[in-house]
């Protein structure tokens, strides 16, 4: 139980495309996903909390017009990096949880190269 | 300014070996606690949840809190070469609203 997928697993794009990740849940319903982002030899940073028919809480300093959020279901939320940039390149994870407390359990995540 | 710290190794052990991994945090009303194993290049895996003070043991993982020093930590005993990897400690700070915070991870080499 608590599987957690995620689409693509990896992306390479030229700068000033979008791009948009999926994160499903597939044996568990989940009002909440929580979406991180994670550079090389660095931990997770938390960038935003996806709630289910509502708008997203993002994060101090995450820019919420680049990263676009949107929860449609109880199974999927969806993040979409706007005008990518090749700072924006990175590896991108989403969890959730089957109780909506922790713990969380992740996606494979997504690794991003914008050129 | 809500913190976990650990601290970013490499912590190296012989294969058999006790490798012990620690963590603080700064928010004495913390409630939840997790490790989560993290290889490269891929996403973070639950190995142990920690709510009360004491020790918590699961097959070689044992977790330790101490919520009176603000300080979890934990223990793989009989270590293998699998479990070299970088091991995250994560702590809920406000309860109930599901967030995380994760420590720079510690990683772990265990030599054959």
């Known amino acids: 139980g608590a599987v957690v997928s995620q689409h693509p697993s990896w992306v390479i794009c030229k700068s000033g495309t979008s791009v948009k990740i999926e994160c499903r849940s597939l044996?568990?319903?989940?009002?909440?996903m929580f979406w991180y982002r994670q550079f090389p030899k660095q931990s997770l940073m938390l960038m935003a909390t996806?709630?289910?028919?509502?708008?997203?809480?993002?994060e101090q300093g995450v820019e919420k017009d680049k990263f676009l959020i949107n929860h449609a279901s109880l199974t999927l939320s969806t993040l979409t990096v706007t005008s990518a940039h090749p700072e924006d390149s990175s590896f991108y994870i989403c969890?959730?949880?089957?109780?909506?407390?922790?713990?969380?359990?992740f996606g494979p995540g997504t690794r991003l190269t914008v050129l | 300014q809500k913190e976990v710290e650990q601290n970013s190794g490499p912590l190296s052990v012989p294969e058999g070996a006790i490798a012990s991994l620690n963590c603080t945090y700064s928010?004495?009303?913390?409630?939840?606690f997790f490790w989560y194993r993290q290889y490269s290049g891929k996403s973070p895996e639950l190995i142990m949840s920690?709510?009360?003070?004491g020790d918590k043991e699961d097959g070689r993982f044992t977790a330790q809190l101490n919520k009176a020093s603000q300080y979890v930590s934990l223990l793989i005993r009989d270590s293998q070469p699998s479990d070299s990897a970088t091991y995250l400690c994560?702590?809920?700070?406000?309860?109930?609203?599901?967030?995380?915070?994760f420590g720079q991870g510690t990683t772990l080499q265990v030599k054959p």
């Open positions: 920690i709510y009360s003070n």
């Open positions: 996806s709630n289910e028919g509502s708008k997203a809480t993002y």
């Open positions: 044996d568990f319903q989940a009002t909440t």
């Open positions: 928010d004495r009303g913390s409630q939840s």
């Open positions: 994560a702590v809920e700070f406000s309860s109930n609203t599901g967030k995380l915070i």
């Open positions: 969890s959730a949880s089957p109780s909506g407390v922790p713990p969380q359990f």
